[in-house]
């Protein structure tokens, strides 16, 4: 595999039937088929830091003193279907004080292969966590007291809310088209008495150009993270 000496860092998101990609600060690929893992050119490259995110549904995330994990299947069961052999993870989350358990089973395939595929300089594999762990930890990178960030795919919304270092939501709505993943956003506003009109909504995956218009009628600014 050849190493690429320039680029230090990629970060990928993995859905159930494909990804998409970005190199240091340049743009996303746009979602592509789970086929492009093995021939996209940039793919083949070895990075210094290697971010990959699941859009696995099947997550919660709870209080350090509520979790162990002798009941984390059943503290993930209380809040998503689990099917039979479905395997069950926890990775912390110490801003929080929490821990997000989740299940990356039906999305194994791609997953490994990324994760097998896109390797660090040292050639190790990276761990393949949440998008919900990722948007939880990208809440720094938003500017303002009121922090939203969401992540929109596969037909789910991930969302994760939060007033100054107060986290407010984080959760996973089912959302089989952009409208609906909109109403979704605006009803957790409503709830918390935000007003769109003065706030920043930031976005982890690709947005189109219909879909960010659609935002700006509403918000005061969109943000692609």
Not at 82 to 91: A, C, K, T
Request: with cysteine.
């Amino acid at each position: 595999m050849p190493v690429t000496g320039s680029n230090k860092e990629i970060s990928v998101q993995v859905l159930s039937g494909g990804f998409s990609y970005r190199v240091d600060a340049g743009p996303s690929s746009g979602w592509l088929g789970a086929e492009h893992i093995f021939t996209e050119p940039r793919l083949q490259s070895r990075y210094e830091k290697v971010s990959i995110s699941l859009f696995t549904p099947k997550v919660t995330l709870v209080p350090e003193s509520f979790f162990s994990k002798d009941r984390a299947s059943e503290l993930l069961g209380d809040v998503t279907s689990l099917r039979p052999g479905d395997q069950i993870l926890s990775v912390p989350v110490p801003e929080q004080s929490s821990v997000l358990v989740y299940s990356p089973s039906g999305y194994d395939t791609i997953s490994k292969a990324v994760s097998q595929n896109i390797l660090t300089f040292s050639g190790e594999p990276s761990p393949v966590l949440p998008e919900i762990w990722w948007l939880l930890g990208s809440l720094p990178l938003a500017d303002e007291y009121n922090k939203i960030l969401c992540s929109y795919a596969d037909g789910w919304l991930h969302m994760v809310i939060a007033q100054g270092k107060t986290l407010c939501l984080a959760n996973v709505f089912r959302a089989p088209d952009f409208t609906t993943a909109e109403y979704f956003i605006f009803l957790a506003l409503k709830r918390l008495q935000l007003n769109p009109e003065v706030s920043t909504v930031y976005f982890r995956t690709p947005l189109d150009m219909d879909e960010e218009m659609s935002l700006y009628r509403y918000f005061k600014s969109v943000v692609s993270l």
